[in-house]
């Protein structure tokens, strides 16, 4: 696809009567606006997996069935789907700031309401108030999860994009990271459930406060960088149309949607997974933190070399191509009896390979098609992850059976043991076909930094008389040591 050029003339004359006015600069407050955004990610992340690391006491203390207990987790993704659209086009049309209040709100009131089941008496059906609040901290998250990228290149200048995407984008596995060792410290017995209810309250309060109190403006007064100044260039129907015609876009969106999936059904089934041969929910909680905590260290390192290089597909076919290996040999392993050493090595390796390649992909999408809006580009490759993570989940789900002998199971939920070797070799299938398409068939330019690269040489021009001070406000002028 050539990308829509004809609509870059005048983006370009902007640009470069801009530069002629004073140039790009950045602000300090940017940092603010990118705290409130990865605490309200990290809160809500948080929310979505509280109960899925003590998914058995949570069952028998609200005489709740596992598939119950299952679509605490699972409602995320299928609110997320239909609202994904409308989250797109509050990013683009509404603004960032707006957009970010309203997930505070959302996601502060979904935290209280799943907790009045434990502070009420007498409430005959507290699977409602549960899933009810669920249900609003899912609404909160597409607003979440679409605004690093949209802030990245709003408010950041280009040699810092890649890192502020990964701070914000990484937040969210954090707070995975969080609730899976968080809930099983918490939750001792039935009467601990409230304490963490409770607990997970006040991350997603403070988040409210500070985006109600802290967030001034949606865009920066005067842009960072030349993309920046262009990336409202387009209307939320003609990106939406644009993106729907780009090869390269729909591609990525396909495959990366498709990790996606199979990453939160990894994180929603791993204690049901492993407690069939006799490892413990703690021993699930620590591969489920080894798994966030060593995908968040590659996402720091790759971010900054992406930062650096601009190597933004070799480092995407790469990660997907050794997280496939490492999601093949968890399928086999987790399988077996006594391979606690080699079950934690291989999900620090998973999510080592896998979460690192999040945030390059998302300034991805946002590259192969600009100048459609950031909340566009990186909000259908989630949505689409999204509906994918469903039809995975509810997939590996049903083709699971009991048990029928006794076995060394350590699940807890009343019932018989559930054999999940065939849907955990599926995943890994599922995984090594999304990553072989991706290398095979995605290809694209650099559209943004290529329109940054053709604005520069104009802005190098104007600058070269100005201050040092006007010159750190200068695409790769500031860059440069």
Known sequence: MAGPAGDWPEAAAATSARSLLGGYRTYARRWVFLLVISLLSYSNATLWLSFAPVADTIARHFLLSTEQINWLSLVYLVVSIPSGVVAIWVLDSVGLRWATTLGAFLNFSGSVIRSIPCMAIGI??????LLGGQSLCALAQTLVIF??????????????????????????????????????????????????LGTYILPAGLA?????????ESVPPTPPSAGAAQSTSLSFLAGLKLLTRNKAYLILAVCFGGGIGIFSSFSALLEQVLCVNGYSSEFAGLCGAFFIAFGVLGAVALGLYVDRTK?????IKIGLCLTSLACVAFAVVSQ????????????????????SVAPVAMELAVECSFPVGEGAAAGLVFVLGQAEGVLIMVL???????????SVSTC??????????????????????????LVLLFHTPYRRLQAEADASPSI??????????????????????
């Open 124 to 129: 005959q059906d507290p699977f409602v108030l």
């Open 147 to 196: 605004s690093p990228a949209k802030l990245a290149a709003l408010w950041f200048p280009e040699h810092q994009r890649a890192t502020a995407n990964m701070i914000g984008t990484m937040s969210n596995p954090l707070g995975i990271l969080v609730a899976n060792l968080l809930s099983p410290i918490l939750v001792k017995t039935e009467e601990d459930i409230p304490l963490m």
């Open 208 to 216: 409210f406060l500070l985006a109600t109190a802290c967030l001034w």
């Open 311 to 315: 190597h933004l597909t070799e480092a």
């Open 336 to 355: 077996l009896q006594g391979q606690t050493v080699a079950l934690a090595a291989i999900c620090s390796l998973l999510g080592f390979f896998g979460f």
């Open 396 to 406: 590996l789900t049903s083709l699971t059976v009991r048990h029928p002998e006794p």
């Open 412 to 437: 807890r939920d009343g019932q018989g043991p559930l054999d999940w070797k065939v849907p955990m070799l599926l995943m890994a299938g599922l995984c090594v076909l999304f990553s072989c398409l």
């Open 460 to 481: 190098q021009e104007d600058e070269r008389p100005a201050t040092a001070t006007t010159l750190d406000h200068v695409p790769y002028l500031a860059a440069t040591p």
